[in-house]
Structure formats: structure tokens, C-alpha cells
């Protein structure tokens, strides 16, 4: 089991007016899964993907990550774990504007102090992976939207992490450069046998998801896999 | 380490406007301040320098209580021990004998307060070129019967070379003292304090006006290196033994001492109230710099890169900014202050400011002082104030939550 999460609830304000973001859910994700969480706006998704990725802290339940309870953790050992166990994908790529596409991706191995030998080898290889081994010297504003978030998908795997995170990874992206993105996702789930977990609206990714979580007003309204 | 600084150096020139903007005022700042404290240093340097190596030199002897009560009544003989100083003390170039004291000089129907300085005519161009100020007439001999009088006096008493000065005053144990002297020569001082009221005679005429036969008031030393000047104060000291104070320049001039000390001090607040302007300035920079990477910070955070080391790259580009600017600043003071140590300021032709300047005994001259120390000062107290200033992005991204980060 690689997420595990048991009457997960978060509410904001709740000292003036209370937001029930969510109530009560419980997910399992196992190893290898490629998941969609899906939904209207306000109904969760990103709320959900935030506390598996120890970004933000549940107001209520138990939330377990490679065995581990994260939801006890402080805020500096939230970022060591977040380092070492989890990969982001955002929606406006957020890749580091002054670091060419092969530093953006090497910098996580910086963090986690890898040898200069294992950063060269991990980032010429993820950038393959990902169609960039040519625009590897190339600053992320030299980069199209397609190119940048191809190259968040490497820096969000340069860690080895246990699963990837993407939140809404296609949404500012043309239809090539999803199906494009998909295919390389798709390619790395079934190869390394990487966990990706995505919120979602688009129906390209939700087609491609082999299992698909629908959050309604803060609770899980249907969980489908295919 | 290598990679926080390369993130921050290239983090600097994201925004290069704005880069160039705060390192301009920086600049400015590091600039004028450089060159306002060279000029205030080199036009006391000047001054203090006149007045010390043009009379009083860099430290004297007397007899104990003589600097609290200026009186002949503590004369002291010019034995061999003490001419023998420049032998035994490490660093004492030389020394002029002098006998001082008041006087009142006359000529016709006027009359003026003097300072008599009875002098070795010989030792005192020795240390001090007195025969340089010559403005009229010749320099004196010692043992004969002629006075040196300042320009100042001379104009009040309206007295010419060859005219017959009066002196008048009370000598050593309460003689009375009376003289006539031939006016030799009029000499002239760089500073006006020295220029009012002094009148020179040899010293063993003085010593017979004032009845003190072979006796000194003060001994004016000269040294080789001013900055061994406490060394061989302590040394002379030693020497002399507790019947005798031996005084460095400030001690004697206290006056001069703390009006420098005050100009310093108005300096220093003015140098205050610029970089707390450039403080303010520096400030909004980091503030909107904080403001506008708020969202990048979280995403940092996020992907796991610890607090300190974000912390680190934001101080680093915020002092190496700083850094940048005050190198520019001192990039441009070393020749503009290279240019006013070789071309002083010179307001002796601009006649109301330099009335003013002598009315208070400056000279109206300002060379500036080329100091490297003045420049370095400057580059680190931008050091210090960036530094400071990095506090406050270290703070917030202290307490920053990537996820409300993350949501601007």
C-alpha cells in the first residue's frame, strides 16, 4: 500500500465561517496505480492531492504513506519526506526560471545530496524519457508550455520518489502536448511501475486513468477502476 | 553551497531594472559617503597637522600641572638629561626648547595681548620650518636682541620691519619684566588660530625678559613615525620620571581634540541618516521581491528544499547585491577622491566663506584623505545594513506554508 487514508477531513475557517473542503475520506492507492481524482470545482480534488502530499495537514482523520503517518510530522520533516518520497507536477509547470531544464531537474538530487555521478546519469536519462535531450542547456522561458511541463515530469521523478502528484498537469497544455505528456506518464507508470496520482478535469487524462476517484462536495461519490 | 550561490547570483539579474536601480543607489550612497568623510578627515588631517607640526608638535614636556596652569612659575632647567633624549629614546627625531608666556605689546598707542615664545631660532626651523613663514623681513639669530611678530599682530599694532616693539610683563618669581626688540620679521601660519597673537624671540633673550636664566617651559617634541607617537611618549615618560608630563597633541589642544571630535560626530549622524534613506530603499526592493516570488518560494518548499537553504540563497542575493553596488560606489570614489586629495577644495578666493572658515581657525582648504580604510568601512556597513535587511525574507519564509504560499 502506498496511500492509505482514513476519514480524511479538512475544514477552513473554522473559527468564522466554516468551508468543509472534506468530509470523511477514505482512499487506498496502491503501488503502480495511474488515478484520477475527479471532480467540479470546490469539490476537493486539490484539497486531497495537497494532504497525501503533506503540503497541507488534515483538520481530522489519518493519512499513512509508505507505512508512515505523515499527518504526525513536522513542518521541517514534511519537507524532508516531501523530498524524499514524493514528485510534484503543478498546473504552471513552477520550474525554476534562472536553472536550464537539466539543473531544474538536477536540482532535487541536489537536495537530497546525490553525487554529481548519479545527477548526470539520472538527468540525461529522465530527459530522454521525456523528449529533451536536445533542449537540456535551455532556460524554461526558451521552452514551450509542452516542453516546460515535460520537464517537471522529470524533475518530479529525478528523487525516485514513491508516487508523483500531479495537479491538473494539462491544463494549460495544447492537445499534442497532452496526449504527448500522457503518453511519457503512461510510459513511466508501466516501466518503473511509478504511482501517479492526478486531480483532474480533463477528459483526455480521465480516459487514459486506469482508475478514477469522483469527489462531490467533499466526499467520495464514486471510485472506478478500470 | 556552490548551487545556493549560483541560484542567487543568477536570481539577481532576473529583474535587471530593478538590479540596477538599487545598485545604483547604493552606489551614490557608498559615493558621497566616501568622499564626505575623506574630505572631513583630510581637512582635519590638514588642520591638525598645521597647528601640531607648525608650533606645538606632536607631544611636549613640561614640569607636572603645567598644562592645567600655564604659568612661568613652572619653568624647569634644560639640563643634559634632557637634551640627551633624542640619544636614548627609539624614534624622537628632535626637540625645541621653549620658554612661553604672556605679554603685553606695545607700539605707539597700541597695545596687544602676546604670547611671547622665547625658542632656539635654529631647533625651531629644525621641526617646525618657521623660517619658511617668512612673509617680510629675515629670520633671527639666537642671542640677539630681535623679535619674529605674526601678521596679525603686526596689523593690529601697526608695526613694520625695523620698528621697536615694547614687551611688558611679569617674570619668573614676580620680576618685573621689560623689553624693547627689533622687529625682524613678520611671519605668516597656514592656520588663523596661530596667525593672531604670537611674537617670537630667541631664547636666551626671552629667558633674560622673563628673568628665568636657563630655564624651559616646555619642550616641543618631533618624531620620526606619527604612528609610534604613544610608544614614544611612553618612553620619554619612562625616562623623565613623575616630576615631568609628557602630552600627545590631544591633551595639549583638547580643544582642537573635541571640536574634531564633534565635526566626526556630525558626520556620522549625517552618514546615518543616508543609509537609513538607503536602507528604506534597499528594503522595497526585498519587499517586492518577497511579494512577487512568494508563489516560487512554496513551490521550493514544496518539492522539499529545507527552509534554511532557501533562506541562504535569498540572503546571499540580497548582500551580494549590496555588495555589488558598494563596489561600484567604491569603484567610483577611489579617483574622485584620488582627484580631491591632489586638488583640494579651495574656498580662500570666495571671500564671506573664507572669513567664515577663519573666523573659527580653519583654513578654507579641504584636500581630501585617501584612505582605504574609509572605502572598506563603507563596503561593510552595506554588508551589515543588507544583511539586516535579509532578515526580513529569512522570517517569512520561516513561517511560510507552501500551500498558502502556493496560493499568492
Same mark, same amino acid.
Given at each position: 500500500?502506498?496511500?492509505?487514508?482514513?476519514?480524511?477531513?479538512?475544514?477552513?475557517?473554522?473559527?468564522?465561517?466554516?468551508?468543509?473542503?472534506?468530509?470523511?475520506?477514505?482512499?487506498?492507492?496502491?503501488?503502480?496505480?495511474?488515478?484520477?481524482?475527479?471532480?467540479?470545482?470546490?469539490?476537493?480534488?486539490?484539497?486531497?492531492?495537497?494532504?497525501?502530499?503533506?503540503?497541507?495537514?488534515?483538520?481530522?482523520?489519518?493519512?499513512?504513506?509508505?507505512?508512515?503517518?505523515?499527518?504526525?510530522?513536522?513542518?521541517?520533516?514534511?519537507?524532508?519526506?516531501?523530498?524524499?518520497?514524493?514528485?510534484? /507536477?503543478?498546473? $504552471?509547470?513552477? !520550474?525554476?526560471?534562472?536553472? #536550464?531544464?537539466?539543473?531544474?531537474? %538536477?536540482?532535487?538530487?541536489? *537536495?537530497?545530496?546525490?553525487?554529481?555521478?548519479?545527477?548526470?546519469?539520472?538527468?540525461?536519462?529522465?530527459?530522454?524519457?521525456?523528449?529533451?535531450?536536445?533542449?537540456?542547456?535551455?532556460?524554461?522561458?526558451?521552452?514551450?508550455?509542452?516542453?516546460?511541463?515535460? /520537464?517537471?515530469? $522529470?524533475?518530479? !521523478?529525478?528523487?525516485?520518489? #514513491?508516487?508523483?502528484?500531479?495537479? %491538473?498537469?494539462?491544463?494549460? *497544455?495544447?492537445?499534442?502536448?497532452?496526449?504527448?505528456?500522457?503518453?511519457?506518464?503512461?510510459?513511466?507508470?508501466?516501466?518503473?511501475?511509478?504511482?501517479?496520482?492526478?486531480?483532474?478535469?480533463?477528459?483526455?487524462?480521465?480516459?487514459?486513468?486506469?482508475?478514477?476517484?469522483?469527489?462531490?462536495?467533499?466526499?467520495?461519490?464514486?471510485?472506478?477502476?478500470? | 553551497?556552490?548551487?545556493?550561490?549560483?541560484?542567487?547570483?543568477?536570481?539577481?539579474?532576473?529583474?535587471?531594472?530593478?538590479?540596477?536601480?538599487?545598485?545604483?543607489?547604493?552606489?551614490?550612497?557608498?559615493?558621497?559617503?566616501?568622499?564626505?568623510?575623506?574630505?572631513?578627515?583630510?581637512?582635519?588631517?590638514?588642520?591638525?597637522?598645521?597647528?601640531?607640526?607648525?608650533?606645538?608638535?606632536?607631544?611636549?614636556?613640561?614640569?607636572?600641572?603645567?598644562?592645567?596652569?600655564?604659568?612661568?612659575?613652572?619653568?624647569?632647567?634644560?639640563?643634559?638629561?634632557?637634551?640627551?633624549?633624542?640619544?636614548?629614546?627609539?624614534?624622537?627625531?628632535?626637540?625645541?626648547?621653549?620658554?612661553?608666556?604672556?605679554?603685553?605689546?606695545?607700539?605707539?598707542?597700541?597695545?596687544?595681548?602676546?604670547?611671547?615664545?622665547?625658542?632656539?631660532?635654529?631647533?625651531?626651523?629644525?621641526?617646525?620650518?618657521?623660517?619658511?613663514?617668512?612673509?617680510?623681513?629675515?629670520?633671527?639669530?639666537?642671542?640677539?636682541?630681535?623679535?619674529?611678530?605674526?601678521?596679525?599682530?603686526?596689523?593690529?599694532?601697526?608695526?613694520?620691519?625695523?620698528?621697536?616693539?615694547?614687551?611688558?610683563?611679569?617674570?619668573?618669581?614676580?620680576?618685573?619684566?621689560?623689553?624693547?626688540?627689533?622687529?625682524?620679521?613678520?611671519?605668516?601660519?597656514?592656520?588663523?588660530?596661530?596667525?593672531?597673537?604670537?611674537?617670537?624671540?630667541?631664547?636666551?633673550?626671552?629667558?633674560?625678559?622673563?628673568?628665568?636664566?636657563?630655564?624651559?617651559?616646555?619642550?616641543?617634541?618631533?618624531?620620526?613615525?606619527?604612528?609610534?607617537?604613544?610608544?614614544?611618549?611612553?618612553?620619554?615618560?619612562?625616562?623623565?620620571?613623575?616630576?615631568?608630563?609628557?602630552?600627545?597633541?590631544?591633551?595639549?589642544?583638547?580643544?582642537?581634540?573635541?571640536?574634531?571630535?564633534?565635526?566626526?560626530?556630525?558626520?556620522?549622524?549625517?552618514?546615518?541618516?543616508?543609509?537609513?534613506?538607503?536602507?528604506?530603499?534597499?528594503?522595497?526592493?526585498?519587499?517586492?521581491?518577497?511579494?512577487?516570488?512568494?508563489?516560487?518560494?512554496?513551490?521550493?518548499?514544496?518539492?522539499?528544499?529545507?527552509?534554511?537553504?532557501?533562506?541562504?540563497?535569498?540572503?546571499?542575493?540580497?548582500?551580494?547585491?549590496?555588495?555589488?553596488?558598494?563596489?561600484?560606489?567604491?569603484?567610483?570614489?577611489?579617483?574622485?577622491?584620488?582627484?580631491?586629495?591632489?586638488?583640494?577644495?579651495?574656498?580662500?578666493?570666495?571671500?564671506?566663506?573664507?572669513?567664515?572658515?577663519?573666523?573659527?581657525?580653519?583654513?578654507?582648504?579641504?584636500?581630501?584623505?585617501?584612505?582605504?580604510?574609509?572605502?572598506?568601512?563603507?563596503?561593510?556597513?552595506?554588508?551589515?545594513?543588507?544583511?539586516?535587511?535579509?532578515?526580513?525574507?529569512?522570517?517569512?519564509?520561516?513561517?511560510?506554508?507552501?500551500?498558502?504560499?502556493?496560493?499568492?
Amino acid at each position: 500500500m502506498v496511500i492509505k487514508t482514513e476519514n480524511i477531513s479538512k475544514t477552513y475557517n473554522p473559527d468564522s465561517i466554516p468551508v468543509h473542503a472534506l468530509r470523511g475520506v477514505n482512499i487506498e492507492i496502491e503501488k503502480g496505480e495511474f488515478t484520477a481524482i475527479v471532480g467540479p470545482s470546490g469539490s476537493g480534488k486539490t484539497t486531497l492531492l495537497n494532504i497525501i502530499g503533506g503540503l497541507d495537514r488534515p483538520t481530522d482523520g489519518y493519512i499513512e504513506v509508505g507505512g508512515s503517518d505523515i499527518s504526525k510530522l513536522s513542518d521541517n520533516e514534511l519537507i524532508d519526506f516531501r523530498r524524499n518520497n514524493i514528485g510534484f /507536477v503543478f498546473q $504552471a509547470y513552477n !520550474l525554476i526560471p534562472v536553472l #536550464t531544464a537539466r539543473e531544474n531537474v %538536477e536540482f532535487v538530487m541536489l *537536495l537530497q545530496n546525490q553525487s554529481e555521478e548519479v545527477r548526470n546519469e539520472r538527468t540525461e536519462e529522465l530527459l530522454k524519457a521525456v523528449g529533451l535531450e536536445k533542449e537540456i542547456d535551455r532556460r524554461p522561458s526558451k521552452l514551450s508550455g509542452g516542453q516546460q511541463q515535460r /520537464v517537471a515530469v $522529470a524533475r518530479a !521523478l529525478a528523487s525516485k520518489p #514513491t508516487f508523483v502528484l500531479a495537479d %491538473e498537469p494539462t491544463a494549460n *497544455l495544447d492537445s499534442k502536448s497532452t496526449t504527448n505528456l500522457l503518453d511519457i506518464m503512461a510510459e513511466l507508470n508501466r516501466k518503473e511501475e511509478i504511482t501517479f496520482v492526478f486531480s483532474t478535469h480533463d477528459q483526455r487524462v480521465i480516459d487514459r486513468a486506469r482508475r478514477v476517484i469522483t469527489l462531490e462536495d467533499g466526499v467520495i461519490a464514486s471510485d472506478i477502476r478500470r | 553551497m556552490i548551487t545556493l550561490f549560483k541560484l542567487a547570483r543568477r536570481n539577481i539579474w532576473r529583474n535587471k531594472r530593478r538590479t540596477y536601480i538599487t545598485a545604483a543607489s547604493i552606489f551614490f550612497a557608498v559615493l558621497l559617503a566616501s568622499f564626505m568623510q575623506s574630505i572631513q578627515r583630510g581637512a582635519w588631517d590638514k588642520m591638525v597637522d598645521g597647528i601640531v607640526t607648525s608650533f606645538a608638535g606632536y607631544a611636549q614636556v613640561h614640569q607636572v600641572g603645567y598644562n592645567e596652569e600655564e604659568t612661568i612659575e613652572k619653568a624647569f632647567p634644560f639640563n643634559a638629561n634632557l637634551q640627551n633624549l633624542p640619544q636614548e629614546i627609539d624614534g624622537l627625531e628632535g626637540f625645541v626648547p621653549r620658554l612661553t608666556s604672556f605679554a603685553l605689546a606695545s607700539y605707539e598707542l597700541q597695545t596687544k595681548g602676546v604670547l611671547v615664545v622665547g625658542t632656539d631660532p635654529e631647533s625651531e626651523h629644525g621641526m617646525t620650518r618657521l623660517r619658511n613663514n617668512l612673509v617680510e623681513g629675515a629670520y633671527f639669530e639666537e642671542g640677539e636682541n630681535s623679535v619674529l611678530i605674526v601678521e596679525g599682530v603686526a596689523k593690529t599694532l601697526k608695526v613694520n620691519i625695523g620698528d621697536t616693539l615694547v614687551l611688558i610683563s611679569s617674570g619668573y618669581h614676580g620680576v618685573n619684566a621689560a623689553g624693547k626688540y627689533n622687529v625682524k620679521g613678520i611671519l605668516k601660519f597656514a592656520s588663523p588660530l596661530l596667525n593672531r597673537r604670537m611674537v617670537f624671540l630667541p631664547l636666551s633673550v626671552a629667558q633674560n625678559f622673563y628673568g628665568a636664566e636657563g630655564l624651559i617651559t616646555r619642550l616641543s617634541i618631533d618624531i620620526k613615525e606619527k604612528d609610534k607617537l604613544p610608544q614614544v611618549v611612553q618612553a620619554v615618560q619612562k625616562n623623565l620620571g613623575d616630576e615631568f608630563e609628557v602630552l600627545e597633541w590631544e591633551k595639549l589642544m583638547p580643544e582642537l581634540s573635541e571640536a574634531r571630535e564633534v565635526d566626526t560626530a556630525g558626520n556620522f549622524l549625517v552618514l546615518i541618516i543616508l543609509y537609513v534613506i538607503i536602507g528604506f530603499g534597499i528594503f522595497g526592493t526585498i519587499l517586492m521581491m518577497a511579494k512577487e516570488r512568494e508563489y516560487e518560494f512554496g513551490v521550493l518548499l514544496a518539492i522539499g528544499m529545507k527552509r534554511w537553504k532557501l533562506g541562504m540563497v535569498i540572503w546571499m542575493e540580497v548582500v551580494m547585491l549590496g555588495l555589488f553596488g558598494a563596489f561600484l560606489g567604491i569603484l567610483g570614489s577611489v579617483p574622485l577622491v584620488g582627484y580631491f586629495k591632489r586638488h583640494p577644495l579651495d574656498f580662500s578666493e570666495m571671500e564671506g566663506m573664507a572669513d567664515a572658515y577663519e573666523k573659527f581657525g580653519f583654513e578654507p582648504v579641504f584636500p581630501a584623505s585617501f584612505e582605504f580604510q574609509i572605502f572598506f568601512t563603507h563596503a561593510v556597513i552595506v554588508f551589515i545594513l543588507t544583511s539586516i535587511l535579509a532578515i526580513y525574507p529569512l522570517l517569512k519564509i520561516r513561517k511560510m506554508q507552501p500551500v498558502q504560499a502556493m496560493r499568492g
